[in-house]
């Protein structure tokens, strides 16, 4: 009720404010409940989305519930408990194998009493959680040394030519998403190799399809074999001893992956940022500092442009993927929705004034 009192509020304002303090409140444990609620219950809860919907497009309060959702362009209960109960179903599914919580998944399904446990997996059947990837609570110990981090330029173009301006080793990563492909970008500049071959210092490659990985897995990855290309060819003896010891300097233009580097706790990818971590303590062994930095795609930054260019070649048409890789818990979500919104079926004529109002 205190919401419908704000006046002057955008639909897309109230509805956020609606997301944020009202739903989590009455969506408190759905993920128990929600498969045993009763018919009283459903009206206190179709009231709420009606009273929502009043506040977000200011319809009549005779206006029904379903419509005032539509009208509001919100998530029905039904479907916000869903996504809840998917949430929670693909964290079970994420821990590692000798997590005790592994054994509520792996319990027997019965037909003469069916537990809330079971009716989310029912609910979740066709998410592809067998290849999900699993979080552990830490990469590295938190006594161990961080990496070196350098985000403190907001400005794109001041950032892109302190990275031009920078000596030593550069390595300009970049990720790109197009053609329902996903590809990964990078050039190398400032190495003294011991022979003259130009393509070990540039790299593309077609990752994955856009289904099953994100373009911030996709930078996370591009680092990882930007700096294997240089382990390479340390462990190799292709580096000339001037090398040794030099500053090498990562350049990406996704700002998230610094911070995911930074503190790499319990967050998706920590298989590409363990093994990230395991390159740069590699170099340090040969006296190479390893700094992250952003900078953004600018003409000024030639070596960055030259990995997006490496990147977006990587995702023409025609490319094939070269393996699969595991699948983020937000790919697995953002799958099923999909699929619940082509199952859908509600008319799509509902909402679509407050939709303009929200482009505008």
Not at 264 to 276: C, F, T, Y
Request: with cysteine; aromatic share 6%; glycine share 6%.
């Amino acid at each position: 009720m205190a919401l419908k009192r704000l006046r002057g509020l955008s639909p897309s304002v109230t509805r956020k404010l609606f997301s944020a303090t009202v739903a989590p409140v009455v969506d408190y444990a759905s993920s128990v409940w929600m498969h045993a609620r009763k018919a009283s219950a459903d009206r206190v809860l179709k009231r709420v989305q009606r009273v929502g919907g009043q506040a977000v497009v200011g319809c009549f309060k005779t206006v029904g519930a379903t419509v005032a959702e539509a009208e509001a362009n919100r998530p029905t209960t039904e479907e916000r408990h869903l996504r809840k109960a998917l949430r929670m179903w693909v964290d079970l599914h994420s821990v590692p194998n000798a997590h005790p919580l592994t054994q509520l998944i792996r319990r027997r399904t019965y037909k003469r009493f069916v537990s809330p446990m079971q009716r989310i997996a029912e609910s979740a059947q066709g998410a592809p959680v067998e290849e999900l990837e699993a979080i552990r609570p830490y990469v590295s110990a938190p006594w161990d040394t961080r990496l070196d981090i350098v985000d403190d330029v907001d400005d794109g173009v001041r950032a892109a030519t302190q990275a031009q301006k920078t000596q030593g080793i550069r390595v300009a990563t970049s990720a790109s998403a197009r053609n329902h492909l996903v590809g990964i970008g990078g050039a190398s500049e400032g190495i003294d190799w011991t022979f003259n071959d130009n393509e070990r210092c540039e790299y593309d490659r077609t990752v994955d399809t856009s289904t099953r990985i994100d373009a911030y897995a996709a930078a996370l990855a591009s680092i990882e074999v930007g700096l294997g290309m240089i382990v390479d060819a340390v462990y190799a003896g292709a580096l000339l001893p001037q090398a040794h010891g030099q500053t090498i300097h990562v350049f990406t233009n996704n700002r998230a992956v610094l911070n995911t580097l930074r503190t790499p706790v319990i967050k998706s990818g920590q298989a590409i940022v363990g093994r990230i971590l395991k390159h740069v303590r590699y170099l340090e062994g040969f006296s190479n500092h390893v700094v992250f930095a952003w900078a953004p795609v600018n003409p000024i930054f030639e070596l960055g442009q030259r990995a997006k260019h490496l990147a977006q070649r990587s995702t023409d048409e025609g490319r094939v993927a070269q393996g699969r890789v595991k699948l983020s818990k937000r790919t697995v979500r953002n799958a099923q929705e999909r699929l619940r919104r082509a199952t859908s079926q509600l008319s799509t004529m509902f909402g679509e004034s407050v939709r303009r109002i929200d482009a505008a």
